[in-house]
């Protein structure tokens, strides 16, 4: 495992580690939290670091929020419930995450997202689609964070054939 980090005694310090750490991407005030309490044992410290970092505009959730999910959802081509778990494990409250994904709604389509990874995976496939790859397809999708309603009814209308409702319907 790794060692443990080398502990910092001052504000200053704990202020430096906190920018550079910024510096590389941007974090949750959860992920900044959790940095900040494995270099310094003094928790005001971190309180005060967190109050600075936040007073500075450095570090806010809610943009947080909405940079993640826009980013999740134009590159990488992922789904609203895919995006919603992955901003929780960040420790992002639900009011941000919500409002993000509004957001991101607006200016995406849900349904072109999936008919074009459906597409995409179809041309690679070689020989007959079956059941098994359908389910495949299909799994994938939901993995990725798309509503299965849309995703069935995609597959439904570029293969033109029935789409079993499987155990991960209930999603």
Do not use: C
Request: charged share 35%.
């Amino acid at each position: 495992m790794f060692a443990k980090p080398q502990q910092v005694a001052t504000e200053a310090e704990l202020y430096d580690v906190a920018v550079r750490a910024l510096m590389r991407r941007a974090l949750s005030v959860h992920e900044m939290t959790q940095k900040l309490e494995r270099r310094s044992d003094n928790k005001l410290l971190v309180q005060v670091v967190m109050a600075r970092l936040k007073e500075n505009g450095m570090i806010d959730d809610a943009r947080y929020a909405k940079q993640f999910a826009r980013q999740r959802t134009e590159s990488r081509k992922q789904g609203k419930f895919r995006v919603a778990r992955d901003l929780r494990a960040r420790g992002i409250p639900d009011r941000h995450i919500e409002s993000a994904l509004e957001e991101v709604a607006e200016n995406t389509d849900e349904a072109a997202m999936v008919r074009q990874r459906i597409e995409r995976k179809l041309r690679s496939y070689r020989g007959e689609i079956d059941e098994r790859k359908m389910a495949s397809i299909y799994s994938s999708l939901l993995r990725g964070g798309f509503s299965a309603d849309i995703v069935r009814r995609e597959l439904r209308a570029l293969t033109r054939e029935d789409v079993p409702e499987t155990e991960a319907g209930s999603e």
